[in-house]
């Protein structure tokens, strides 16, 4: 009856998320909360490991693209599981860094790498680079140069792959900020370059076509076009590529409408197609690695809110206003991303009323959804919006100066707060007369 597998009721007809009362942590922690299923996390992690194991050999890593929510336990999780992490900014990095996840494992991303972050990537030996572009590629031979060290490096490429999905979150175009492009050459021409730079060395290739997918076929096909190109490399340059990176971008239920694939099914269907494409081409099977983000952890979370006031509009809608919003969640402004939403504390009542769900900022644009169904609510109410756990703290903001909700994870039948609620005084922290 709900959304994802970690969710209940319970006999106070109350939410509850791994096993725990959402009523009993709003009342402990407050509200706004983040609220997150530990032991869900883990097995979502599984399902990717063990797909490794079983239709691959072993022959590869899965990355937790740790953008979708980045936090010192998050990353400790992943290292837990044996994964390795996608970073893509000095600040992610430094978070791997404190958590003391192993940076041989850490690819970083990233279409504007700015020399400083390069230089921290440098100085924590991060294992691999993945290079967006020749001024980059041309920095990181200086800088690893200086040092007398030579980086691994992968090259983003833009497969050309059409992604079905948003349009915002599309990325496998020619027509992207992200990587260098396959069809005009610029991909073989970057590759030669850096064959014949010293401190750098040709690893892989790597490539993210889109996100919230529901399809195999775009992910086989980028694995066929990629291992091609693999192909290509080693009969134009005699070069032979070990690391094949496939990106992230399985989708995840947000609604009845959404049907995602079983996590395990991406290996199967694309460890085929590399195999049988590095037959064709006369390859050695390549390393292959999957970073998925938004399926490890968004349906592992909810937000907890408390409803304020109730206005209705005659013959227009009613809003229900809560106590946070786009600050803690900007994915309905960004692009009208649909939630599934509940009354907590009458979470298996039917839901008899629609309302556009309002937060408290300052924006006509803050909206959580609009024209959701839900149960008849009033002041007091804790309203649970499902499936928070990705893009949500990450992309949070101070806008208002509202601080950030606490991030709460729960396993076993406990809580524990993982990242504390900001203050007021935090957010005065850095700022002077
Ligand atoms: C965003 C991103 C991911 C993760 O995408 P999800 O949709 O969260 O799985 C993986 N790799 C790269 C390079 C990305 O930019």
């Not at 005699?238 to 690391?243: P, V």
């Not at 496939?246 to 989708?251: E, I, K, Q, R, S």
Request: glycine share 10%.
């Amino acid at each position: 009856m709900f959304l994802s597998d970690c969710l209940g009721a319970n006999e106070k007809n109350h939410l509850t998320i791994g096993g725990i009362d959402t009523l009993e942590l709003a009342a402990e922690y407050g509200t706004p909360l983040y609220v997150l299923d530990e032991d869900a996390i883990r097995r979502h992690c599984r399902m990717y490991t063990e797909s490794v194991a079983r239709f691959y050999d072993g022959n590869g890593l899965i990355l937790y693209a740790s953008k979708a929510l980045c936090t010192k336990a998050l990353c400790k999780i992943a290292e837990d599981e044996g994964m390795g992490l996608d970073v893509v900014s000095g600040g992610e990095l430094y978070t791997a860094h404190k958590a003391g996840f192993p940076m041989e494992r850490v690819y970083f991303h990233g279409n504007n790498k700015t020399p400083e972050e390069l230089e921290l990537a440098l100085k924590l030996r991060v294992g691999q680079i993945v290079v967006d572009n020749r001024d980059e590629l041309i920095l990181i031979n200086d800088l690893w140069g200086k040092a007398n060290q030579k980086a691994d490096i992968l090259f983003r490429i833009k497969p050309g792959i059409d992604a079905h999905t948003h349009d915002f979150i599309m990325t496998g175009q020619i027509d992207s900020k992200f990587g260098v492009a396959l069809e005009t050459g610029e991909a073989m021409e970057i590759i030669r370059e850096a064959v014949s730079l010293p401190h750098v060395k040709v690893v892989g290739i790597h490539c993210h076509i889109g996100s919230q997918i529901f399809d195999l076929e775009p992910f086989c096909k980028a694995a066929e076009v990629m291992v091609d190109f693999m192909g290509d490399v080693k009969d134009t340059l005699s070069l032979t590529l070990t690391q094949l990176n496939l990106g992230g971008g399985f989708g995840i239920r947000y609604t009845d409408e959404d049907d995602p694939i079983p996590y395990d099914r991406y290996m199967e269907a694309v460890s085929m197609v590399v195999k049988s494409t590095a037959e064709r081409r006369g390859l050695p099977l390549p390393y292959i690695l999957m970073e998925p983000g938004r399926s490890i952890v968004a349906s592992a979370g909810l937000t907890l809110y408390t409803v304020g006031n109730v206005k209705e509009i005659p013959g227009i809608r009613s809003y229900l206003s809560v106590d946070g919003g786009m600050s803690d969640n900007p994915r309905y402004i960004l692009y009208q991303a649909k939630y599934d939403f509940l009354i907590a504390n009458r979470c298996q009542d039917a839901k008899t009323e629609v309302y556009t769900i309002a937060g408290k900022c300052c924006e006509s644009g803050d909206l959580l959804g609009e024209h959701v169904p839900l149960q008849s609510a009033r002041r007091g109410d804790t309203l649970a919006v499902l499936a928070t756990g990705a893009y949500n703290y990450s992309m949070s903001s101070r806008y208002n100066c509202i601080p950030r909700p606490a991030v709460v994870m729960v396993s076993g039948g406990k809580s524990r707060v993982i990242v504390k609620r900001e203050t007021y005084e935090d957010i005065l922290q850095n700022d002077c007369l």
